[in-house]
T-cell receptor, first 116, second 112 residues
Framework: GAVVSQHPSRVICKSGTSVKIECRSL??????MFWYRQFPKQSLMLMAT?????????EQGVEKDKFLINHASLTLSTLTVTSAHPEDSSFYIC????????????FGPGTRLTVT | AQSVSQHNHHVILSEAASLELGCNYS??????LFWYVQYPGQHLQLLLK??????LVKGIKGFEAEFIKSKFSFNLRKPSVQWSDTAEYFC??????????FGSGTRLSIRP
């Protein structure tokens, strides 16, 4: 089946620094990828839709200057948390939609970000 | 706008009990429906999905769900739960080629 990977799986950074998270579709092309955020014991909240070769579409309330998304190729999207603060600590999950199948998304294992 | 409601926040059952988790969605058009499971410390996994056809969908690990269009519901069922079914369960919906919206999740605890 389709596999999505994320790197790193865990990252700890100091307040004020930036962190980049990668999301890769390993065996399929994904023009569209999605970034979610999950707080402890809560549901996944969609942050943005990432489209290869164009600007990401952010959900209401998500700061696009803080959460930079770059979808440079058909298999890679990156999320950069800029000037991170402790309140940005969360579990970030990406998903990818295979170009041949508009209906299903495949989820990555997630990245645990801790900002100290 | 699409939305998904999961009314059971935390369900506690004994092993071998039957399970039904409720899921209702709001969207007037054609939707695709999903149930995902997240085991403790693990990532999201697809349990089952409904796109079209038979409204009774069978998934992995003995789970099934029934799509009832008139009730805008997609409830998850399992006849006999096991301790290993302890997890968080998420219902999700997406309309035509759009983003997936998740429900708030139901935590399932199974007493051995």
């Amino acid at each position: 089946g389709a596999v999505v990977s994320q790197h790193p799986s865990r990252v700890i950074c100091k307040s004020g620094t930036s962190v980049k998270i990668e999301c890769r579709s390993l065996d399929f092309q994904a023009t569209t990828m999605f970034w979610y955020r999950q707080f402890p014991k809560q549901s996944l909240m969609l942050m943005a839709t990432s489209n290869e070769g164009s600007k990401a579409t952010y959900e209401q309330g998500v700061e696009k200057d803080k959460f930079l998304i770059n979808h440079a190729s058909l298999t890679l999207s990156t999320l950069t948390v800029t000037s991170a603060h402790p309140e940005d600590s969360s579990f970030y999950i990406c998903s990818a939609r295979e170009d041949r199948d508009f209906y299903e998304q495949y989820f990555g294992p997630g990245t645990r970000l801790t900002v100290t | 706008a699409q939305s998904v409601s999961q009314h059971n926040h935390h369900v506690i059952l004994s092993e071998a009990a039957s399970l039904e988790l409720g899921c209702n969605y709001s969207y007037g058009g054609t939707v695709n429906l999903f149930w995902y499971v997240q085991y403790p410390g693990q990532h999201l996994q697809l349990l089952l999905k409904y796109f079209s056809g038979d409204p009774l969908v069978k998934g992995i690990k003995g789970f099934e769900a029934e799509f009832i269009k008139s009730k805008f519901s997609f409830n998850l069922r399992k006849p006999s739960v096991q301790w290993s079914d302890t997890a968080e369960y998420f219902c999700a919906v997406n309309a035509w080629a759009s983003k997936i919206i998740f429900g708030s999740g139901t935590r399932l605890s199974i007493r051995p």
